[in-house]
């Protein structure tokens, strides 16, 4: 059973353009949607995350929007770079229980210069 | 030590080996979590030690699958009779207390002949 849908699979955006990452999810038990952010050969990395009370959460470069009676989450990489070229895993939490987190599929971003 | 380490970064079994894969934690990290990468898909959680004890096992794929955290700290995940579809990479994180970030080490990719 896939908790977490992510799309696209893959994305390629030119340099300066934004890059737009969706998931949605199943339960709505989970309280907590983090994105990770993981170059090859190195573990996730957390990049932000955000709480069901807020719909938007913004730092630097990176927002989240979320839509709780949608249940669904984004991504949105403003002014992309090709430093910005990695995979991207969007992930939900039920913090009342063991904190293991569920991860989408991943979306694959090639920022193009 | 800096963040979480893995060792070794690289295994190759024959397939019905033993493996014995070692996850070193952010000192003091109370929290520590096990997740299996599938190449292309995102990290699927294992198992959760909160110190020592074992709270959480329920994403281990067989009884083939053990692992262990003796004092709290240092963790190993043993795969007996390893078969080709235990390849994959193997992610440690750990986290200061449940609630908190958890922080990925590079994994362990394991590849069964």
């Known amino acids: 059973q896939q908790q977490v849908k992510q799309s696209p699979q893959s994305l390629i955006v030119q340099k300066g353009g934004i890059s737009i990452i969706n998931c949605a999810y199943e339960?709505?038990?989970?309280?907590?949607f983090p994105w990770y952010q993981q170059f090859p050969g190195k573990g996730p990395a957390l990049l932000i995350a955000?709480?069901?009370?807020?719909s938007e959460k913004k730092e630097g470069r990176f927002t989240i929007s979320f839509n709780k009676s949608a249940k669904q989450f984004s991504l949105h990489i403003m002014d992309s770079q090709p430093g910005d070229s990695a995979t991207y895993f969007c992930?939900?939490?039920?913090?009342?229980?063991?904190?293991?987190?569920?991860f989408g599929a991943g979306t694959r971003l090639a920022v193009h210069p | 030590g800096a963040g979480v380490s893995q060792s070794p970064r690289y295994k190759v079994a024959k397939r019905g080996q033993d493996v014995a894969l070692r996850c070193d934690p952010i000192s003091g990290h109370v929290s520590l979590f096990w997740y299996q990468q599938a190449l292309g898909q995102g990290p699927e959680f294992l198992t959760y030690?909160?110190?020592?004890?074992?709270?959480?096992k329920s994403g281990l794929p067989s009884d083939r699958f053990f692992a262990e955290r003796p004092e709290g700290s240092v963790s190993t995940l043993k795969i007996q009779r390893t078969q080709q579809e235990d390849s994959a990479v193997y992610l440690c994180?750990?986290?200061?207390?449940?609630?908190?970030?958890?922080?990925f080490g590079p994994g362990t990719r394991l590849t069964v002949l």
């Open positions: 955000i709480r069901p009370d807020v």
């Open positions: 339960n709505t038990a989970f309280d907590y």
């Open positions: 992930a939900a939490m039920f913090s009342g229980g063991y904190n293991k987190l569920i």
């Open positions: 994180a750990s986290s200061s207390d449940r609630y908190n970030e958890q922080f």
């Open positions: 030690f909160q110190n020592e004890a074992q709270l959480d």
